[in-house]
């Protein structure tokens, strides 16, 4: 077994100890911590020079049969899922690390800790396969967790009605997608499941145009509903809402950017042509998810909804940068997906301490805390300036990436992604907007009478939140720490997209 | 070991095991469900051992095929089952006895429950001749044979009128089925004047056939076989004889009937598909009957709220995707493509798993709580928390997530009909798979997120599970994740 295999099935193997009887929290902590650990160890080994290719490759082969595609159960890396792999192992860790102990916990401790285990062990190996069935099947993996951790220990009254939604919304969008996939497959001969081979494929014997936009637009759909991308965005922030705090970590911060690097990896490739037609729609989308959102998400009342939204909204951004569709552009977006997968992992995990402590979130209720926890007010004025793009946070190398990227090209004359680009711009505005109008009622101002002061977050707490905080300023100073890795990768997808 | 001695020892078993009821004295029933699983358990191993016929010439082997790995699938498929519902049956006793037992005194306190372990037998081995049966009048027998077990194992408990009401429905429109089929075969022996398929085939295939009589026969045929493997608008029977039979029985209607309907179907389908002048129609009647099963049952299945009510319909949906499979056989111009005879066989092998997992929860869930509905699932995850995994296990395979053997099912089904092009049926099928997301996921609420109801303050305690019930759940489990990461497991048991 290779390294990577272990750390995929590390988590699933600790769920199933769990389900088993081993002690719930220690085991999910002790695999998640192993699975950093690895991950982290696999980075600094990863060469960034060898142009591209894929590293730590492993491959099962599990059935070769007439007239379907050959299947391995295989795994590998390329610089963006070796980002996306830290992403995910860094905020599994923290968000074991804020879950309740278990005697906190009403009911089942075990399903808690076993679900939050598929849950992140679905994305990691996600992100770890090289073979599209897996790919798929692994995302898959932590649908029902999803369903029953919101259900159960969800947060609000609906909380039965948001796991339907949630569950039903992204069931019907994966299978849409898995339409996508199978056209995909079959449009380039149906031969292999294998991404490389596939990508080869697309770019030796294209698909035919209109086969091409169909594909890309079923991947667009369905990745896009995974991605909360405008208009299929109405599952995620009550979501958010109701799911128990590491749950929302997950999804937000992992999960969610699995649609994107769908995107990056499998639509943009195999169907360059089809992305090439249907780039103002995608222009138009993301323009409704920053714009659109982003008023939205200032019109909301309390915490929970509002980082709902934002990250509903900042999507957006990274839509322009696989938009943008050139080196610069694409980079920025996957940079961008991890800083963001950080800064909003972090953001609900402080909106969860402090529902927990205050009982609400609602800034009418609240205000004038910062004085009360002084501790937990300065990281989440960090977290809250990562989030709206501040230098020295990972968000704002990306976002400059992203913006930079898309605005090239603008020497000829200002094109339809240029405009958009333009008008994005007027998102961040709207983002320091809304992280600053939360800031002020929740941490500034008078102190309401009916507030009581709990203390502050103690060190059980700040781990985690500091263990996000250290990765996103580390990137946000030095983002080549990332991009070396992420630039061959798409300098190698670029140019087999022709 | 010849082939056919399976059947016969299966036959000999199911004698051996209803003359220890009527002879020998023995006070717990149950050791007779013991002869037959420990039996069914040395068939299924002889299974890997058997030799094919060095030449075929006699006058049996035109009733039955040789050379055949798929037929000893179904062989397999057959056993299994009934070796999973004999292990129902002996967890189901208690309930068999308190609905048939004789109010006479000096009888036997579980008089009657012999011949409820004994006659599954009887029914295997028809299920096991029909995998074999290549001639019209075997697979008449056959079916016929399974088909009158049935009638009496559906209506066995006599003193439920939910049974009654089953048997009576089951053995009326059975019979009218079988009718059906038989008045079919009659057309089918005047086109082509031989009982034998491969002859069959043959005559079919002839350009100058009279293609309206063979239509006619294929209806007529396509009636009776609908009919069986509960093919809408011929389904109707369905929910209520799931609901009304004895739990192990709706088992294995739900799995060896569908079974052994659908190796028939395959039988004799394929000398219609293989005709020029037939096939087009016959694909498109296929075609038609199967996305008026999908609908019928994906959308009927939602607002159950019987437990046994809702795996009927889902048995009906999943009867919709095999014939949209059935439907996308491929014409010569796509050679090379996925067979349906591989895809069907590889859904019911899968189905198995699955279908026979939910059983078997429901069953040892009935032992404890007095009823089937949904709503009395509450809690069941705090009560019995293995009991509520494998539950979630088998809706989420019949629900298709991936990861599952049920995903390879219907994926290998929507590939063979994008393969064709069947875009409509496609559609169909992915709206009934998101509904099944639906349907299925429903049964977890009340297990996962209500609290078991208490009876006067007391505590409830773990649900008994009996220890060849567990260690077939847990075996199912791992069979269904199994072949849900590498399919190859059940794909090559038959190819």
């Known amino acids: ?498 | 070991m010849p082939v056919y001695f399976l059947e016969i020892i299966v036959v000999a078993l199911g004698l051996i095991m209803l003359l220890v009821d009527a002879f020998a004295k023995i006070e717990d029933k149950r050791s007779i469900a013991w002869i037959g699983m420990v039996g069914l358990l040395v068939v299924f191993g002889l299974l890997f051992k058997v030799q094919w016929p060095e030449s075929t010439d006699g006058a049996f082997w035109q009733f039955y095929s040789a050379n055949d790995q798929t037929s000893l699938f179904y062989k397999g498929i057959a056993i299994v089952t009934t070796l999973i519902v004999l292990i129902m049956a002996a967890d189901f006793r208690h309930i068999v006895v308190a609905q048939t037992a004789d109010p006479e005194k000096g009888a036997h306190p579980q008089a009657g429950l012999g011949e409820f372990f004994a006659l599954p037998m009887f029914a295997c081995a028809g299920l096991m001749l029909m995998a074999s049966a290549n001639n019209l009048v075997s697979i008449f027998v056959s079916l016929e044979t399974v088909t009158i077990t049935f009638y009496i194992l559906v209506t066995y408990l006599r003193r439920n009128v939910g049974s009654l009401e089953a048997g009576v429905k089951y053995l009326i429109l059975g019979a009218l089925s079988t009718g059906f089929l038989v008045y079919g075969f009659a057309w089918l022996y005047g086109i082509t004047g031989s009982m034998q398929l491969s002859e069959i085939t043959t005559a079919l295939a002839d350009p100058e056939v009279n293609s309206i009589a063979a239509l006619f026969a294929f209806a007529l045929i396509l009636v009776a076989l609908a009919f069986k493997v509960g093919g809408a608008p011929f389904h109707f029977w369905i929910p209520d004889v799931y609901q009304g039979a004895p739990t192990p029985i709706t088992a294995f209607l739900s799995v060896g009937s569908k079974a052994a309907g659908f190796i028939v179907f395959l039988r004799l389908v394929a000398p219609f598909l293989a005709s020029d002048v037939l096939a087009d129609k016959v694909t498109l009647v296929l075609a038609i009957i199967a996305g008026i099963t999908l609908i019928m049952g994906n959308l009927a299945a939602m607002p159950q709220k019987n437990f046994k009510r809702l795996l009927a319909y889902s048995s009906v949906a999943h009867a919709g995707f095999l014939l949209m499979a059935l439907a996308s056989a491929p014409t010569k111009s796509s050679e090379g493509s996925l067979s349906p005879a591989t895809v069907v066989t590889f859904y019911l092998g899968a189905y198995l798993l699955m279908t026979l997992l939910a059983f078997l929860v429901i069953t040892t869930v009935r032992n404890s709580i007095a009823g089937e509905e949904i709503e009395s699932y509450k809690g069941l995850a705090k009560r019995s928390p293995f009991l509520a995994f494998m539950l979630i296990i088998s809706m989420a395979s019949l629900a298709g997530i991936p990861l599952t053997a049920g995903f390879y099912g219907k994926l290998f089904v929507f590939k063979i009909a994008v393969d064709q092009g069947n875009w409509t049926l496609l559609v169909i099928g992915l709206i009934g798979a998101a509904a099944g997301f639906y349907y299925y996921l429903k049964v977890a609420v009340p297990v996962f997120f209500g609290t078991p109801a208490k009876d006067e303050g007391e505590e409830l305690s773990t649900i008994p599970v009996s220890a060849p019930a567990r260690a077939a759940m847990v075996i199912l489990t791992i069979a269904i994740i199994a072949a849900g990461v590498n399919p190859n497991l059940i794909i090559g048991l038959f190819s």
């Not at chain 1, 699933?12 to 950093?36: D, E, H, K, W």
């Not at chain 1, 100073?477 to 798409?490: K, M, S, Y």
């Open chain 1, 1 to 498: 077994m290779t390294t990577l295999e272990i750390i995929v099935a590390l988590p699933l193997l600790a769920a199933l100890a769990i389900g088993l009887g081993a002690p719930a929290r220690f085991t999910a902590l002790g695999a998640s911590v192993l699975v950093l650990i690895m991950s982290l160890v696999t980075a600094v080994r990863f060469s960034p020079s060898i142009e591209g290719a894929l590293q730590n490759v492993s491959s099962r082969p599990l059935l070769q049969m007439d007239g379907f595609p050959s299947l391995s159960l295989s795994f590998g890396l390329d610089g963006i899922s070796l980002v996306m792999l830290l992403l995910s192992a860094i905020v599994m860790v923290a968000a074991v690390l804020v879950s309740p102990k278990e005697s906190d916990l009403e009911r089942s401790p075990r399903l808690y800790y076993l679900s939050l285990l598929l849950i992140g062990g679905g994305a990691i190996g996600a992100f770890c396969s090289t073979d599209l069935f897996f790919l798929y099947a692994f995302h898959e993996l932590a649908l029902i967790p999803t369903f029953l951790m919101i259900g159960i220990f969800g947060t609000g009254k609906d909380r039965l009605r948001t796991a339907w939604t949630i569950t039903i919304y992204l069931g019907v969008g994966s299978l849409v997608l898995l339409v996508g996939l199978i056209l995909a497959v079959i449009g380039l001969g149906g031969s292999t499941f294998n991404i490389e081979k596939l990508t080869t494929l697309a770019s030796d014997a294209p698909m035919a145009a209109d086969l091409q936009n169909w594909v890309f637009f079923l991947l667009l759909v369905g990745f896009g509903v995974l991605v909360s991308l405008f208009p299929f965005h109405s599952w995620a922030a009550p979501a958010y809402v109701e799911a128990p705090t590491p749950v929302a970590m997950l999804h937000a911060g992992v999960l969610k950017k699995f649609g994107l690097y769908g995107l990056i990896r499998v639509a943009l490739p195999f169907a360059p042509a089809g992305a090439e037609a249907l780039l103002n729609l995608v222009l138009v989308l993301l323009l409704g998810n920053i714009i659109y959102i982003g008023l939205v998400t200032i019109a909301q009342k309390s915490l929970d909804r509002m980082l709902g939204y934002s990250s509903v909204m900042h999507m957006g951004y990274i839509f322009l940068g696989i938009a943008a569709g050139n080196e610069l552009g694409l980079s920025g977006a996957v940079l961008l997906m991890f800083a963001h997968g950080i800064s909003i992992a972090l953001l609900f995990a402080m909106s969860g301490w402090l529902r927990e402590k205050y009982g609400t979130l609602e800034f009418d209720k609240l205000g004038g805390i910062g004085k009360q926890v002084p501790k937990l007010g300065l990281l989440f004025g960090f977290a809250a300036f990562a989030s709206a793009g501040l230098p020295g946070f990972a968000n704002f190398a990306a976002e400059v990436e992203v913006f930079i990227g898309a605005f090239a090209g603008a020497q000829d004359g200002l094109g339809w992604i240029q405009w958009a680009t333009i008008i994005s711009l007027w998102g961040v505005v709207i983002s320091a907007v809304y992280m600053l109008r939360a800031y002020r009622a929740i941490f500034m101002g008078p102190i309401p009478k009916k507030l009581e002061a709990p203390a502050d977050v103690c060190w059980g707490t700040r781990l985690p939140l500091l263990i996000l905080l250290v990765a996103l300023t580390a990137v946000g100073f030095v983002p080549e720490l990332l991009n070396q890795f992420i630039r061959p990768a798409i300098t190698v997808l670029l140019a087999a997209a022709g």
